[in-house]
Each structure stands twice: as structure tokens, then as C-alpha cells.
């Protein structure tokens, strides 16, 4: 049985707001670092900056672990996460951004075509937060074997989903 995660007691609070702080740059850096390596600049600059903004860095002061997203956390304790909705709102390169209507009426919800730019950054971002999260225990397979094990819940438009899966297939057999 899974060990039920709850806020973290007060005296935390400043370590926890310390580490995680520490936590989303480090992830941020990584981002900007592979943006940059493909020319995508401004992505790379503004990534993940809502992170930073009180709805979002509540959570991770509540719910930081340094082994995975404090939403998870969250959202086992609360049934959802209102850090995740606000962030998968306003960030483009979650395939959650781009959930809608299909335009046929009557169309059931469904993944639209991601822009190749925000698939790039999510690919970037997926890596980095392998990075982050194994820290010195990272391998390349690891941000293709985190989405092959979950792409079958994933309601995303088949066409970003094999763009994502190629580059992390990709990576994952440069060695």
C-alpha cells in the first residue's frame, strides 16, 4: 500500500521552499540548455517560469519530496492538483495545454497537433526532469521508458506522440 503523502509540517517550510526553489532552476537550466541547443531561445528562457508564481510554488513547499513533482503528492492527497492545472494551463509544451474539442460536432475530447517547437521543448523538458529527479543514476533510456510506460494513457494527437517517441527513441540509442 502506498504511503499517503500529506503537507509538510511547518517547521519544513523553508527548507522545503529553499529545495524546491533549487529544484525547479536546476530543472529550468537543463531546459534552457537543451532549448538552446536547437536554437530555441525564448523557449528556453521563459520555460516553466510559472513555476515560480505563488499558485504553483505553494505546492512545492506543501508537497516537496526531491524525488518526483510535489503535484503528484498533491494530487494523491487531494484527488487533483490545482498547482498542475494552472501550470499544464499556461505552459505549451505540455501535451495537456493542447486537450480540446474535436472539430466535428459532437467530438469527444481529444489531442490536438502539437507545433514541432513545444514538442522539442517537451522533449527537452522530459529529459531534464529524468536529469533532476535520478540525479547521478540518470541514463538516456530512462525519459523514453518513463513515456513508453505511460503514452497509452496519454491523449495526445498521434502525430506529436510519434514525433516525441522518435526523439526519445533517439536518444536513447545515441549509446
Known amino acids: 500500500m502506498k504511503e499517503k503523502i500529506t503537507s509538510a509540517p511547518n517547521r519544513n517550510r523553508i527548507g522545503n521552499a529553499w529545495h524546491h526553489f533549487l529544484t525547479i532552476t536546476h530543472h529550468k537550466l537543463l531546459v534552457m540548455e537543451g532549448c538552446f541547443r536547437v536554437g530555441l531561445y525564448r523557449q528556453g528562457l521563459l520555460h516553466d517560469l510559472s513555476k515560480y508564481t505563488w499558485s504553483e510554488f505553494k505546492t512545492g513547499v506543501n508537497y516537496y519530496q526531491g524525488t518526483r513533482s510535489p503535484n503528484a503528492a498533491e494530487k494523491e492527497e487531494k484527488g487533483y492538483s490545482p498547482a498542475w492545472l494552472h501550470h499544464k494551463g499556461r505552459n505549451r509544451h505540455h501535451f495537456e495545454y ?7 460536432p459532437g467530438s469527444a475530447m481529444q489531442g490536438m497537433k502539437m507545433p ?16 533532476t529527479y535520478y540525479k547521478e543514476n540518470y541514463n538516456d533510456s530512462m525519459p523514453f521508458e518513463y ?14 506522440m510519434e514525433l516525441l517517441g522518435k526523439m526519445l527513441i533517439m536518444l536513447k540509442m545515441k549509446h
Do not use: S
Not at 149 to 154: A, G
Open 98 to 104: 493542447w486537450i480540446d474539442y474535436g472539430q466535428e
Open 147 to 160: 513515456f513508453n510506460k505511460n503514452r497509452k494513457h496519454y491523449m495526445m494527437h498521434p502525430e506529436t
Open 116 to 131: 514541432v517547437k513545444y514538442v522539442v521543448e517537451m522533449f527537452c523538458d522530459r529529459v531534464a526532469a529524468c536529469k
